[in-house]
């Protein structure tokens, strides 16, 4: 089956780190929404994990950086529906656990959700700060190994 122009394109976005957490890409993140082919290039629809978030400029240049070769690039900035924890891949689900960073829990947990270790594994955290090295992050500290780490907030 032939490689089109499309797949071609979605190969290239795969690639595209996010600038705050670059061991997951965009598209880990779930930040690219949809790719559309256009007279005189491609349209990219994007939503950005919060409205305020400071990287969404440095987001927008770097897709148009990666897909300059394919013609005109538009950005389409696509806030609803908003952006939430449960568009990240299971691979940037594992990305991030061996980054050091414990992914996001259940969206809509009932009870309250306590992060792994992304070092030990334990269960035992507790937090630290609401806020960790982003503001989508908190700062937790394990029990068992003593250690910080950052616990990707679920949105």
């Known amino acids: 089956m032939a490689c089109t122009r499309l797949d071609a394109a979605w190969e290239v976005l795969r690639q ?12 880990d993140l779930g930040i690219v929404r949809d790719l559309l082919e256009t007279a005189g290039g491609l349209e990219v ?7 305020g978030c400071p990287a969404t400029e440095a987001i927008q240049d770097d897709v148009r ?11 389409r900035l696509q806030r609803a529906p908003a952006w ?3 568009w990240i891949s299971e691979e940037g689900r594992r990305k991030l656990n061996a980054y050091g960073i414990a992914p996001p829990g259940p969206v809509n947990a009932v009870t309250p959700h306590f992060p792994a270790c992304p070092r030990c594994g334990s ?3 507790e937090k630290l700060s609401a ?3 982003t503001a989508c992050k908190s700062m937790y500290r394990c029990r068992g190994c003593s250690e910080p ?4 907030k679920p949105l």
């Open 149 to 152: 780490f950052d616990y990707f």
């Open 123 to 125: 269960r035992q955290a």
């Open 84 to 86: 939430t924890t449960e």
């Open 45 to 51: 629809v994007l939503t950005p994990t919060y409205s």
């Open 16 to 27: 595209v780190p996010d600038p705050e957490i670059p061991v997951l890409t965009l598209v």
């Open 65 to 75: 950086r990666a897909l300059e070769r394919f013609g005109e690039i538009q950005i």
């Open 131 to 133: 806020f960790g090295s």
